[in-house]
């Protein structure tokens, strides 16, 4: 069982400041991740993780979204990070 409950982001019963984070989040990425909907418990850290991602990885980067990942990835994997 996870500490951190991952919420559902089609639960009726969700906190409205959580469905739009993570509306939001899974649209800039694409889909849907585990992290965004554990993150999604503090609404305004979900934003500020996605904001912080955005401007790192994805805003003004000369890289097409797969190499991007595939950065990201070859340096997790090099440095024993592992999710």
Same mark, same amino acid.
């Given at each position: ?6 919420? @559902?982001?089609? @639960? =009726?019963?969700?906190? =409205?400041? +959580?469905? #739009? %984070?993570l ?14 909907r %554990?993150? +999604?418990?503090? =609404?305004?850290?979900? !934003? ?5 991602? #955005? #401007? !790192?990885?994805?805003? @003004?980067?000369? /890289? ?5 990942? /595939? %950065?990201? /990835? #070859?340096?997790?994997? !090099?440095?024993?990070?592992f999710?």
């Amino acid at each position: 069982m996870a500490r951190i409950p991952i919420l @559902d982001e089609n @639960d =009726p019963d969700l906190d =409205p400041n +959580a469905r #739009t %984070a993570l509306q939001a989040a899974g649209a800039a990425r694409g889909r849907m991740i585990n992290i965004h909907r %554990a993150m +999604a418990n503090r =609404p305004e850290a979900l !934003v500020a993780f996605s904001n912080f991602l #955005t #401007t !790192v990885y994805r805003q @003004d980067s000369t /890289l097409k979204p797969h190499h991007g990942e /595939l %950065a990201y /990835l #070859t340096a997790t994997t !090099v440095n024993n990070c592992f999710y």
